[in-house]
């Protein structure tokens, strides 16, 4: 099972589907795992006020991306959240609600004992910056900030885990926590697949718009009988790595009835992004993104046994035996 670090909400729309017609769904277990940057269970503590320091000094690592290794805090921490910019990006701004990706380091200010670091899973985090999916410190530190973007920042408990601290992780409730945070990318609502054009598609299969302006794709289907095989094909190409079978990965997405074209769901319509594990959807987006590269918009057509089959979510739209349409945009992996 992967290790997974700072708590991940469980998202909205396909994920409330995934269930139905997949026996496999969810058998990772990776809604389950959390550890020494999860988001307490408490209620939002006031805005902190930001301050410049103290912070203790980086000693090895410096450039963005590597591992730091980071000295013990000298002296009494401030009471108020201190935050550092070390290195400026060029990207995109961090905003409240986006998803971020990101390298990190956390250790505790007093010991300099490492509690979590993602550089030795090589395996950046993907976390959306919200209320309840993360340490209230980090939604603080790194609004504003832009990709490309060192951050350190040393949390009081009163925005990090409280006075109940972290007992598994070996924080205590009146630990102040030092991270260091290497901002790669930011994602938000109006995300979207920024790959090459991967031609137009064979006749009989559905045509997806390649527009990158964040909007939803059209999205026409064929006047001919659906495929009874699982189609997934290219529609942008992205030159990302590939996804694997048990990732974790960001989209945007939009789904249609083949039969009729009508909309069942859609990330664009919601005005949110969702994150999930190959593992927890139903098979035929498993199978589909398996080796799809991040960048790229994929179209999917799903055949009944590989969707809902007889047993469609209630409420949905979608009757028994239908075939599903899906335009996926690959934002991110982990």
Known sequence: MRRRSLLIAAPAGLLALAGCGDDDSGKDGSGDSSSASSSPSSGAAPAPKIVDGPLPKITDGERFGEKPTVAKGEGDPSKDLAVETLIVGTGATVAENDYVQAHY????????????????RKAPLLIQLAQGSIIDGWRYALQGKKAGSRVMTAVPPTWGYGEQGNEQAGIGGDDTLVFVIDVQ????????????????????????????????????????????KLV?????????????ESDTVLVQYKGVLWDTGKEFDSTYERGQLTSFSLQQVVKGWAQGLTGKKVGSRVVIVIPPKLGYGDNPPSGSGIKKDSTLVFSVDILAKM
């Open 105 to 120: 380091l956390g250790q505790v200010w007093d010991t300099a004992k490492v509690f979590d670091n993602s550089y030795d």
């Open 185 to 228: 990318n930011t994602f938000n609502a109006k995300s979207s697949a920024k790959g090459e054009k991967a031609g137009s598609g064979a006749a009989d299969l559905p045509q997806v718009g390649t527009g990158t302006d964040g909007k939803a794709p059209s999205i026409d289907i064929p006047e001919t009988d659906a495929p009874t």
């Open 232 to 244: 997934a094909e290219y529609v942008l190409e992205g030159d990302g790595d590939e996804v694997g």
